[in-house]
């Protein structure tokens, strides 16, 4: 069970000397969500989750390179490349602070996973996070990937908004 609270990104904090990796993504089905995704191009994994928004369940089994390239040809929607942060918080967690790229430039978003729902609700939001964004189901990648032009534009738009500061 994966339990996340996500939000937009106010100001970006230092990313100096903070691990990252790229990630690609796609969806082969939409409902139910069963996407594909590298990272770092080495790496690659095949996910079904289940519908839901703080709480959802998550299997994720790796692949190889060539499942993963003869899946792609059947992704449906747009792909979805970003960069993650792995930022260390208070209490060791982590936020996984993702820069989208392609079409998606300008969206910023970061996601806190939990242990429990207590954690979860008792969470104290660091300053440079933005507006909370889990249960607005427009941000949730497998929406990404399959919205309108025009939706994306919105989102961007409203991405734009929330932040302070653009480094």
Same mark, same amino acid.
């Given at each position: 069970?994966?339990?996340?609270?996500?939000?937009?990104?106010?100001?970006?904090?230092? =990313? !100096? /000397?903070? #691990?990252?990796? @790229? &990630?690609?993504?796609?969806?082969?089905? +939409? $409902?139910?969500?069963?996407?594909?995704?590298?990272?770092?191009?080495?790496?690659?994994?095949?996910?079904?989750?289940?519908?839901?928004?703080?709480?959802?369940?998550?299997?994720?089994?790796?692949?190889?390179?060539?499942?993963?390239?003869?899946?792609?040809?059947?992704?449906?929607?747009?792909?979805?490349?970003?960069?993650?942060?792995?930022?260390? =918080? !208070? /209490?060791? #967690?982590?936020? @996984? &602070?993702?820069?989208?790229?392609?079409? +998606? $430039?300008?969206?910023?978003?970061?996601?806190?996973?939990?242990?429990?729902?207590?954690?979860?609700?008792?969470?104290?939001?660091?300053?440079?996070?933005?507006?909370?964004?889990?249960?607005?189901?427009?941000?949730?990648?497998?929406?990404?990937?399959?919205?309108?032009?025009?939706?994306?534009?919105?989102?961007?738009?409203?991405?734009?908004?929330?932040?302070?500061?653009?480094?």
């Amino acid at each position: 069970m994966e339990i996340e609270r996500k939000f937009l990104v106010a100001s970006l904090p230092d =990313l !100096n /000397n903070v #691990l990252f990796k @790229e &990630l690609k993504q796609a969806y082969l089905s +939409f $409902e139910p969500e069963v996407r594909i995704r590298s990272l770092d191009n080495n790496l690659f994994y095949l996910a079904e989750k289940s519908t839901g928004d703080l709480l959802r369940g998550e299997i994720e089994p790796q692949i190889d390179i060539v499942s993963f390239q003869i899946l792609t040809n059947l992704a449906q929607g747009r792909t979805i490349t970003k960069t993650r942060y792995y930022v260390s =918080l !208070n /209490n060791n #967690l982590t936020a @996984e &602070l993702d820069i989208y790229h392609g079409e +998606f $430039e300008g969206l910023i978003t970061v996601e806190t996973e939990f242990k429990s729902e207590k954690e979860a609700n008792e969470f104290v939001v660091p300053s440079w996070y933005g507006r909370e964004i889990t249960y607005d189901r427009r941000y949730k990648n497998k929406n990404l990937a399959r919205c309108s032009d025009e939706e994306l534009k919105l989102l961007l738009s409203e991405n734009r908004g929330n932040q302070r500061i653009r480094k």
